[in-house]
């Protein structure tokens, strides 16, 4: 079985520069999460989706992230203004049907912002 | 409100010896529990977890868990370590909050194992 797909595996751009993470998760997997990683911390959740439709984004900075899922598929993750504090390792999770699952990680897009 | 607490941020052992990282968890309900490893450069891997039943369980790695409701805890274990296993630990509580399911994570445990 083919796990959680992240592109790129890392980036470097300058801050007040744009950027998108990819996330291609299990196939069949309902739902969706995007974790922001700061380096010495726990992953933080930034936003989690149901199928297509967004079920919690209470901790996304909406002024400057995005992210969408297309057809519950795919999905992409957008910083647009980046600033210097946005470094950090940006995990994509998937997670079939029922309450007594556990989470799939993908290996990560590590963003370093100069 | 739901948390996590991971005491002990980097731990030290040396090759063959016995390992307990440490995990308390802030949780109303009954909880889903989870330790996860992450290797440099890597995501997070599944070592166990816990739904209910057997308070002890078994992971992958040669890892195993305890759930004690009592203390609120959920502490990691092995009995005799191998250079493979450094790496940093995380503990993870699967909560449910107006319908939703999420996982908070600790802050993680960096394990360093001596030759």
């Known amino acids: 079985e083919a796990g959680v797909a992240q592109s790129p595996r890392y980036k470097i751009i300058e801050k007040r520069q744009s950027v998108a993470f990819w996330c291609n998760p299990i196939?069949?997997?309902?739902?969706l999460y995007w974790y922001q990683q700061i380096l010495g911390q726990g992953p933080k959740l930034l936003i989690q989706?149901?199928?297509?439709?967004?079920?919690?984004d209470s901790q996304l900075p909406k002024d400057r992230f995005s992210a969408e899922r297309l057809k519950g598929v795919d999905s992409t993750l957008k910083i647009q203004p980046a600033k210097l504090e946005d470094s950090a390792v940006y995990l994509c999770?998937?997670?079939?049907?029922?309450?007594?699952?556990?989470?799939?990680f993908g290996q990560g897009t590590r963003l370093t912002v100069v | 409100a739901q948390s996590v607490t991971q005491p002990d941020i980097h731990i030290t052992v040396s090759e063959g010896a016995s390992l307990e990282l440490r995990c308390n968890y802030s949780?109303?309900?009954?909880?889903?529990l989870f330790w996860y490893v992450q290797s440099p450069g890597q995501g997070l891997q599944l070592l166990l977890k816990?739904?209910?039943?057997?308070?002890l369980v078994q992971g992958i790695k040669g890892f195993e868990a305890e759930f004690k409701r009592s203390q609120s805890s959920f502490n990691l274990r092995k009995p005799s370590v191998h250079w493979s296993d450094a790496a940093e630990y995380f503990c993870?509580?699967?909560?449910?909050?107006?319908?939703?399911?999420?996982?908070?994570f600790g802050t993680g445990t960096r394990l360093k194992v001596l030759a």
């Open positions: 999770a998937s997670r079939p049907q029922g309450i007594r699952t556990e989470a799939f």
């Open positions: 196939s069949g997997h309902a739902t």
């Open positions: 989706f149901q199928n297509n439709g967004v079920v919690d």
């Open positions: 949780y109303g309900a009954t909880p889903y």
């Open positions: 816990y739904f209910s039943g057997d308070t």
């Open positions: 993870a509580v699967g909560t449910t909050t107006s319908g939703t399911y999420k996982y908070i």
